[in-house]
């Protein structure tokens, strides 16, 4: 099975962009679906945008659309989550999450679990 390392997040203003990777071993990502998911306290985990097992096709939530950016980084093994124009909206731990299904959006069909990126947005 595969373990999911997540990096980057941080800090950045209203407007800035940050960028989340989540790096996979034990198993080649490419086979898997991957999606990212934001969670902010009192709320559920939600998909943000997601990348298919099956022919490459990405999805992006609303929220999110036309800001961010998925990648697959398949030399690094790894999917990247370009985040622009982040607005005060956007806080949030980030989760990067993958399983064998064609589609990884909604939490209960991902097994496989990155450790969570906090990301603030503040000016």
């Known amino acids: 099975q595969i373990q999911l390392l997540q990096s980057g997040g941080g800090l950045a203003q209203p407007g800035e962009s940050l960028t989340l990777s989540c790096a996979a071993s034990g198993g080649n990502l490419e086979r898997y679906a991957v999606g990212w998911f934001r969670q902010v306290p009192g709320k559920e985990r939600e998909g943000i945008a997601g990348v298919s097992s099956t022919d490459g096709r990405f999805w992006y939530d609303d929220s999110v659309k036309g800001r961010f950016i998925m990648t697959r980084d398949n030399a690094k093994n790894a999917v990247n989550l370009q985040m622009g124009s982040l607005k005060s909206e956007d806080p949030a731990v980030y989760y990067c999450?993958?399983?064998?299904?064609?589609?990884?959006?909604?939490?209960?069909?991902?097994?496989?679990w990155g450790q969570g990126s906090p990301v603030t947005v503040s000016s």
């Open positions: 999450a993958a399983d064998l299904n064609a589609w990884v959006l909604t939490p209960e069909v991902a097994r496989y």
